[in-house]
């Protein structure tokens, strides 16, 4: 598979956050681009800045220069309103405590992202059942969060990331919170995503062991990527 | 759709701070029904008022008797249809809490002149014959369990001594706004006993009930008549039946103002329980609507999501409410007969409750929407965990 041309492009961007009276600076004149199907992880310390990145790039937050340009479109130039229609049919999120709604049940949150499309009551059924049958979670659609263990959850919220079939999928931490079994499955399910169906997929982790299985890994330090 | 199940599931999510909001909001709503129905009661004497009916009393005061010569010069004014007269008795039965209005008329144009009393025929026939006989409303009957044939003492009090009376008749509202609880005997019979008694009380009359041919008239019936009598030695004072009644009502306008404010104070209160609790949610659920935003939910369906769940628990509460207040109406209908003879829950106090309701729901999520909404989608997410 061909991995050369950029889906995001992002050129100069910096991001400070305010602290109170203190103006902390966390993203400092980032370039770099990310090939469309690159299975991406960003590693740094605590503080480096990897997490807003990632938000900068999956449009969550804006960055106070420079340009993230996702599929053609240049993002940092959206309204929020435009930002929110953008991600619902761009953005796959994979979270590090799932996030799931627990009073809905793993069908209706893979579904949810779905009730934003045109799509009828019947194509939405079929689109939830493909993606839950993607993490092989379809025998338990009708379970709620609270029955299900932390890394059927983490598959859950997988399913719900891929079922809009996003052009990106971001995932923060996705394993930080599972044990030693559901990690190596989640990140198995994560590979194949990227492998077999060509998901473009940006990771942020601390663990080394899930940084190995991405084809790219980059490191960031004080709002700097390491050269 | 899913935000109205969203809306259903969350709001019972937690279960006894649910609970306790729509206990909460039921019994401000059980409140705020039976102080607007207090109300009501308060002036149904003016909803049961006629347009065709005028009232004519010594100017001076109420308590100023005009004399019964008026009688003739009043029937023969210009416009007028029927007229009777009555004094306020202010008799005692056994014992003063057992307080009930008591008249003495001129009974056959009494009946004509009040046709929302329905009397059967017979009983008005037996009523009209027997000079001591009285005709008491169903509801008062039934309060102290009289029957006709039943004879009731009053313990006089403007006019002293024991009063006997046969019940010879019990009428019952025409409409559901008509007093059942006043108690009428014929004016001949006092006014003789007056004439034996107390001479220089009798042949005066409290006030006089003028019928009007329409109600267009009734002012210019008012003007004659009070000019009729202007620079006598009982000067009048005509007014509608309704302006009579809104006259009493004025003397205690001061509680009437209290009970509006307290209904409205008790609005705001169950408001601001209804805010904490729907700040309280929000705060709980910040991360869920950023996560809800990061997929694409705008701020119109997160604050679709709040306002709902507000509303559910609101009108939940409503209709807790609503369904005690009828039974407590009936429990006041009985313990407070006496001072509120006309005491049911009107249509359009549910009305109003149900609009205090949805008042109280969206005013209550009006601050936790703006805060869901403001947040940014990043440090509602860095709520989780």
Redesign the interface.
């Given at each position: 598979m061909e991995k050369t041309s950029p889906i995001v492009e992002i050129r100069n961007v910096s991001k400070t956050y305010r602290r109170g009276s203190y103006l902390v600076p966390v993203l400092a004149d980032i370039t770099f681009d990310i090939a469309e199907g690159e299975f991406l992880a960003i590693m740094g310390p605590s503080g480096s800045g990897k997490s807003?990145l990632l938000?900068l790039i999956?449009g969550?937050?804006h960055a106070d220069e420079g340009s993230i340009v996702v599929a053609g479109e240049d993002i940092t130039s959206l309204s929020e309103?435009e930002l929110?229609?953008w991600?619902?049919?761009n953005v796959g999120?994979i979270?590090?405590?799932y996030?799931l709604?627990?009073?809905?049940t793993a069908f209706?949150n893979v579904?949810?992202?779905l009730?934003?499309t045109g799509l009828t009551k019947q194509e939405r059924r079929e689109h939830v059942e493909t993606a839950l049958s993607m993490v092989n979670l379809l025998e338990r659609l009708d379970h709620y969060p609270g029955q299900l263990s932390g890394g059927e959850q983490q598959r859950v919220a997988i399913a719900?990331a891929i079922v809009t079939d996003p052009t990106i999928l971001v995932a923060d931490e996705p394993t930080g919170?599972l044990d030693r079994k559901s990690a190596q499955d989640v990140l198995n399910l994560m590979d194949r995503l990227n492998t077999e169906l060509g998901k473009t997929i940006i990771m942020v982790t601390h663990d080394p062991h899930a940084a190995e299985r991405a084809h790219v890994m980059r490191h960031l330090e004080k709002g700097v990527f390491d050269s | 759709m899913i935000l109205p199940k969203m809306i259903l599931k969350n709001a019972f999510r937690r279960k006894v701070r649910t609970g306790l909001t729509i206990l909460a909001m039921g019994i401000a709503i059980l409140a705020f029904g039976l102080l607007r129905t207090v109300l009501s009661a308060w002036y149904a004497g003016v909803d049961a008022s006629s347009a065709t009916r005028l009232v004519t009393r010594n100017s001076v005061s109420l308590i100023f008797p005009l004399p019964l010569s008026y009688l003739d010069k009043i029937r023969h004014t210009s416009g007028v249809k029927q007229v009777s007269y009555g004094n306020w008795f202010g008799g005692i039965y056994i014992s003063e809490k057992n307080f009930f209005a008591n008249f003495a008329v001129e009974p056959k144009s009494y009946l004509e002149l009040y046709p929302e009393f329905v009397l059967p025929e017979a009983q008005k026939a037996d009523f009209l014959r027997d000079r001591r006989g009285f005709v008491a409303g169903k509801k008062l009957a039934e309060r102290f369990g009289w029957h006709t044939g039943d004879i009731v003492t009053l313990k006089g009090t403007i006019y002293p001594g024991d009063w006997d009376f046969v019940l010879r008749g019990i009428y019952t509202g025409r409409t559901q706004t008509a007093d059942e609880t006043q108690f009428f005997f014929h004016w001949d019979y006092l006014n003789e006993t007056l004439k034996k008694r107390y001479p220089s009380m009798a042949d005066q009359v409290g006030f006089y009930m003028i019928g009007v041919t329409d109600p267009h008239v009734s002012a210019d019936v008012a003007l004659e008549v009070d000019a009729m009598f202007a620079n006598s030695r009982a000067e009048t004072l005509t007014e509608t039946e309704k302006a009579f009644v809104l006259g009493f009502i004025s003397m205690t306008e001061a509680i009437v103002m209290v009970i509006k404010i307290v209904s409205l104070v008790i609005i705001v209160i169950i408001m601001a329980v209804v805010a904490n609790t729907m700040a309280m949610t929000t705060r709980e659920r910040t991360g869920e609507y950023a996560v809800l935003k990061t997929l694409g939910y705008s701020g119109l369906q997160i604050g679709t999501l709040i306002a709902g769940e507000a509303l559910v628990i609101t009108l939940s509460g409503c209709l807790l409410g609503i369904a005690m207040t009828y039974p407590a109406a009936r429990f006041f209908t009985t313990s407070l007969g006496a001072y509120f003879p006309v005491f049911f829950v009107e249509p359009f106090t549910v009305v109003l409750d149900l609009g205090a309701a949805l008042l109280v729901g969206l005013v209550a999520a009006v601050i936790p929407i703006r805060q869901a909404v403001v947040i940014r989608i990043a440090d509602g997410l860095r709520r989780i965990g």
């Amino acid at each position: 598979m061909e991995k050369t041309s950029p889906i995001v492009e992002i050129r100069n961007v910096s991001k400070t956050y305010r602290r109170g009276s203190y103006l902390v600076p966390v993203l400092a004149d980032i370039t770099f681009d990310i090939a469309e199907g690159e299975f991406l992880a960003i590693m740094g310390p605590s503080g480096s800045g990897k997490s807003t990145l990632l938000n900068l790039i999956a449009g969550i937050d804006h960055a106070d220069e420079g340009s993230i340009v996702v599929a053609g479109e240049d993002i940092t130039s959206l309204s929020e309103t435009e930002l929110a229609r953008w991600r619902s049919g761009n953005v796959g999120f994979i979270f590090q405590f799932y996030n799931l709604i627990p009073v809905l049940t793993a069908f209706e949150n893979v579904d949810l992202p779905l009730h934003l499309t045109g799509l009828t009551k019947q194509e939405r059924r079929e689109h939830v059942e493909t993606a839950l049958s993607m993490v092989n979670l379809l025998e338990r659609l009708d379970h709620y969060p609270g029955q299900l263990s932390g890394g059927e959850q983490q598959r859950v919220a997988i399913a719900r990331a891929i079922v809009t079939d996003p052009t990106i999928l971001v995932a923060d931490e996705p394993t930080g919170d599972l044990d030693r079994k559901s990690a190596q499955d989640v990140l198995n399910l994560m590979d194949r995503l990227n492998t077999e169906l060509g998901k473009t997929i940006i990771m942020v982790t601390h663990d080394p062991h899930a940084a190995e299985r991405a084809h790219v890994m980059r490191h960031l330090e004080k709002g700097v990527f390491d050269s | 759709m899913i935000l109205p199940k969203m809306i259903l599931k969350n709001a019972f999510r937690r279960k006894v701070r649910t609970g306790l909001t729509i206990l909460a909001m039921g019994i401000a709503i059980l409140a705020f029904g039976l102080l607007r129905t207090v109300l009501s009661a308060w002036y149904a004497g003016v909803d049961a008022s006629s347009a065709t009916r005028l009232v004519t009393r010594n100017s001076v005061s109420l308590i100023f008797p005009l004399p019964l010569s008026y009688l003739d010069k009043i029937r023969h004014t210009s416009g007028v249809k029927q007229v009777s007269y009555g004094n306020w008795f202010g008799g005692i039965y056994i014992s003063e809490k057992n307080f009930f209005a008591n008249f003495a008329v001129e009974p056959k144009s009494y009946l004509e002149l009040y046709p929302e009393f329905v009397l059967p025929e017979a009983q008005k026939a037996d009523f009209l014959r027997d000079r001591r006989g009285f005709v008491a409303g169903k509801k008062l009957a039934e309060r102290f369990g009289w029957h006709t044939g039943d004879i009731v003492t009053l313990k006089g009090t403007i006019y002293p001594g024991d009063w006997d009376f046969v019940l010879r008749g019990i009428y019952t509202g025409r409409t559901q706004t008509a007093d059942e609880t006043q108690f009428f005997f014929h004016w001949d019979y006092l006014n003789e006993t007056l004439k034996k008694r107390y001479p220089s009380m009798a042949d005066q009359v409290g006030f006089y009930m003028i019928g009007v041919t329409d109600p267009h008239v009734s002012a210019d019936v008012a003007l004659e008549v009070d000019a009729m009598f202007a620079n006598s030695r009982a000067e009048t004072l005509t007014e509608t039946e309704k302006a009579f009644v809104l006259g009493f009502i004025s003397m205690t306008e001061a509680i009437v103002m209290v009970i509006k404010i307290v209904s409205l104070v008790i609005i705001v209160i169950i408001m601001a329980v209804v805010a904490n609790t729907m700040a309280m949610t929000t705060r709980e659920r910040t991360g869920e609507y950023a996560v809800l935003k990061t997929l694409g939910y705008s701020g119109l369906q997160i604050g679709t999501l709040i306002a709902g769940e507000a509303l559910v628990i609101t009108l939940s509460g409503c209709l807790l409410g609503i369904a005690m207040t009828y039974p407590a109406a009936r429990f006041f209908t009985t313990s407070l007969g006496a001072y509120f003879p006309v005491f049911f829950v009107e249509p359009f106090t549910v009305v109003l409750d149900l609009g205090a309701a949805l008042l109280v729901g969206l005013v209550a999520a009006v601050i936790p929407i703006r805060q869901a909404v403001v947040i940014r989608i990043a440090d509602g997410l860095r709520r989780i965990g």
